[in-house]
């Protein structure tokens, strides 16, 4: 994959411009989204069509029909992004695109469009990982935010805690050893009954429950005291279901769930106040699906005033997948000159933070 950065060439093609409008593209799992950003913290559109009836039937993403879903949406997803923010494709100057991590089949729909639309119009392309999307939502609502700052990113693949330390370099102190937070929340969420999608339905019925209804594990890790594992946590669950049907008892769901959300949730604020105070930042954000998470969002909010952090978070719908937040990654890759060439192609594990290996097959 040719990667460029920083020549000469392209920088030129961005001096002299006041404005930077790009055309974004996501479809790394079972969300077609497209959208316009300009100066990456300007939303002029956001389009996202989610394919999670489609998926509820199978009890969670089926990656064949995801990629299939997102052939069918993508075009109609692309032109709506445009009309909404009255440009056209001759008007962006820049198509930027997920290219992983995510469903390679999935990814490979996003990177294919976006390459046609680069060759066709002789726009150019930014590939962007999918974190630093999610990452970078936080700069949409929050126009002070800067970095150097902590994000606790938490969504159905990944758990990390990153410190980012500039537009697009990031220092990972923490991740999770088993499953991702937002894997826990949607297994869980099978278990006790309530179905996919799992998150969002675990918030909701832990708001009528007592999140002390049950003590579940909360684990540290001895020597790694930022990373996560909750595969404990969701085996004391599956534990308790299981005693209580032996017993011919009947779980409170809502009970069930609320204390799980309080044991994930305690777990990702301390470790993310912890590296704050260690680290020496004031400033916090979080990011991804579990992002969205009501009881994580409050917690947060109190720990950060109680510390004297800075606390940021966007808003649920930037939380989730869309296209908004990597219009805004692209931004920053954009205006350092990065530019991918059309052998671009989907790297379904692509690694975090790592220049070198993000870089790979770089040929300037
Ligand atoms: O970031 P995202 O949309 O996609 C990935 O990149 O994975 O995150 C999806 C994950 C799913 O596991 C979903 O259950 C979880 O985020 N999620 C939530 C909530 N909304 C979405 N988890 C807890 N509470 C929520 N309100
Ligand atoms: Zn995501």
Avoid: W
Wanted: charged share 25%; net charge negative; proline share 4%.
């Amino acid at each position: 994959m040719s990667i460029k950065e920083g020549t000469e060439d392209v920088n030129r093609e961005s001096a002299g411009k006041d404005d930077v409008t790009i055309l974004a593209i996501e479809s790394s799992c079972d969300e077609t989204a497209a959208a316009v950003v300009r100066n990456g913290r300007e939303v002029l559109s956001n389009i996202i069509s989610s394919q999670i009836a489609l998926h509820t039937i199978y009890g969670g993403v089926v990656p064949e029909i995801a990629s299939r879903k997102h052939v069918e949406k993508m075009n109609g997803c692309i032109r709506a992004a445009l009309d909404e923010a009255k440009v056209t494709l001759d008007d962006i100057d820049a198509v930027a695109v997920t290219y992983g991590p995510g469903l390679v089949g999935a990814l490979l729909v996003g990177v294919s469009e976006a390459k046609a639309i680069s060759f066709a119009k002789n726009k150019p392309l930014i590939g962007v990982h999918h974190i630093e999307g999610h990452i970078s939502a936080n700069f949409i609502e929050n126009k002070d935010l800067e970095p150097p700052f902590v994000c606790l990113v938490v969504s159905g693949g990944h758990s990390h805690l990153v410190v980012v330390k500039d537009y697009g370099e990031y220092e990972i102190i923490g991740q999770t050893r088993d499953d991702a937070a937002g894997e826990a929340f949607d297994k869980v969420a099978r278990a006790i009954g309530l179905g996919y999608p799992g998150g969002p339905k675990m918030d909701a019925a832990a708001k009528n429950g007592n999140p002390d209804a049950f003590t579940f594990p909360q684990a540290r890790i001895p020597g790694a005291e930022y990373d996560f594992s909750f595969s404990g946590l969701k085996s004391a669950v599956l534990n308790l279901i299981n005693q209580a049907r032996m017993q011919g008892q009947e779980l409170d769901q809502a009970d069930v769930a609320a204390s799980f959300q309080k044991a994930v949730t305690e777990v990702l604020v301390g470790h993310a106040i912890k590296a704050c105070r260690e680290f020496g930042y004031d400033k916090l954000a979080i990011a991804g699906g579990v992002a969205s998470n009501s009881g994580l969002r409050a917690l947060m909010e109190k720990e950060c005033a109680a510390n004297n952090i800075k606390y940021y978070r966007p808003s649920p719908v930037l939380c989730t997948d869309n296209a908004a937040m990597i219009g805004a990654a692209a931004y920053y890759e954009y205006m350092k000159g990065v530019r991918f060439g059309l052998d671009m192609n989907a790297v379904p594990n692509l690694p975090l933070g790592d220049r070198e290996r993000r870089y790979h097959g770089r040929n300037s």
